[in-house]
C-alpha cells in the first residue's frame, strides 16, 4: 500500500508514540485485503457460477466481498471505521497499481479510479439494503445489475446460488468476533465447487 513521504517518515514515530496501533492497523488491512482477494478469485465463482471472468468481473468480486467485510465492521467504534476505511484505500490503491501493470496511461488513471469509488457508493447501499431485507428480492436485483451486469442471460440458478453465498457469507462474517476482524482475519461461507 502506497504511503505519503510525511506517512512514511512519521510512521515509526507514530507506531511508538501510539503503542504500535497504527502498526497492527496496517497488519490487519493486509490480512483482510490479502483475504478478501484470495476469496474473490476461488476458481468456482467463475466455473459454477458463471461469474465473468474479466477485469470487471474479477473488480466486482473483489468490490463484494470487500462490502461484506466493511458492513460487519459498521457501527463498531472508531477503531473499526478506521479499519474499514483503511481497507477501502488499500482496494483503490491495488486496483490503481494494477492498471499500471496492465498499461494503462497515467493520465486515465485517476478518471477510472473516480469511476470506480463513485461506482462503489452505489454498490454499498444497494447491497447494504439487500442484505437488512430493506426490500423484497434486493439482493438478487443488485447481484444482476453489479456482477452479472454484462452476462445476458445470466445462466438459470447462477443469481440464487450467488445469494445464497453472499448471505451465508454476511452471517458468517456476523457471528465472528470483531477482535478476530480487527487482527486481520476473517472467514467467509465456502466457496462454491
Known sequence: MSESFIGRLLGP??????????????AAVGGLFTAI???AREPGFYRALAVPDTLD????????????????????????ADLSRRLYEAMVDDFEKSLLEMGAGDSGIPRRVKTMARGMAGRIRAYDEALAGSYGGGL???LDNNLYGTVDPVPDGALG?????????AAAL????????????????????
Not at 514515530?13 to 496496517?26: F, P, T
Open 13 to 26: 514515530l507514530l507506531d511508538h508514540v501510539g503503542g504500535g496501533a497504527r502498526a497492527r492497523n496496517a
Open 37 to 39: 482477494v484470495a476469496q
Open 57 to 80: 468481473g474479477r473488480f466486482e468480486m473483489v468490490a463484494l466481498h470487500l462490502l461484506l467485510v466493511m458492513r460487519r465492521l459498521k457501527g463498531q467504534g472508531a477503531e473499526a
Open 140 to 142: 438478487e436485483v443488485a
Open 161 to 169: 446460488a450467488m445469494a445464497a453465498y453472499v448471505q451465508a457469507s
Open 174 to 193: 456476523d457471528a465472528q468476533p470483531l477482535e478476530s476482524l480487527m487482527r486481520g482475519e476473517v472467514r467467509f461461507a465456502p466457496a462454491p465447487a
